[in-house]
């Protein structure tokens, strides 16, 4: 997707048209065929999908997203990562919590 996704902005850039991705991590959806508890609630990508939709002319392009803001394949994200380790754990307590 990540090649496709840049292939696709390439060809479309003189056009004005951008096309990014959005990279909405670990999703608790019907798909896991089970509730996953720790993964995010689908309504948190929707911040994601409506920065994108909403990026200026002339904005990025050929760029992955990933909680509104730029996620590098091969880079460094440690940073956006270690906030989602921490939401999970405080999931999992919360939920923990309202079990006992």
């Known amino acids: 997707?990540?090649?496709?996704?840049?292939?696709?902005?390439?060809?479309?850039?003189?056009?004005?048209i951008r096309v990014n991705m959005l990279f909405p991590g670990?999703?608790?959806?019907?798909i896991w065929g089970r509730d996953m508890s720790g993964m995010q609630d689908p309504d948190a990508v929707y911040p994601c999908a409506r920065f994108l939709a909403a990026l200026p002319t002339g904005g990025p392009n050929g760029t992955v997203?990933?909680?509104?803001?730029?996620?590098?394949m091969f880079g460094d994200n440690e940073a956006l990562l270690a906030e989602d380790r921490a939401e999970i754990a405080r999931r999992r307590a919360e939920k923990e919590a309202a079990m006992e």
Do not use: K, L, Q
């Not at 997707?1 to 004005?16: I, T």
């Not at 670990?26 to 019907?30: D, E, L, R, Y």
């Open 65 to 72: 997203f990933y909680r509104e803001r730029p996620y590098e």
């Open 26 to 30: 670990m999703t608790n959806t019907a």
């Open 1 to 16: 997707m990540w090649s496709a996704s840049r292939a696709a902005a390439a060809e479309v850039a003189d056009a004005d």
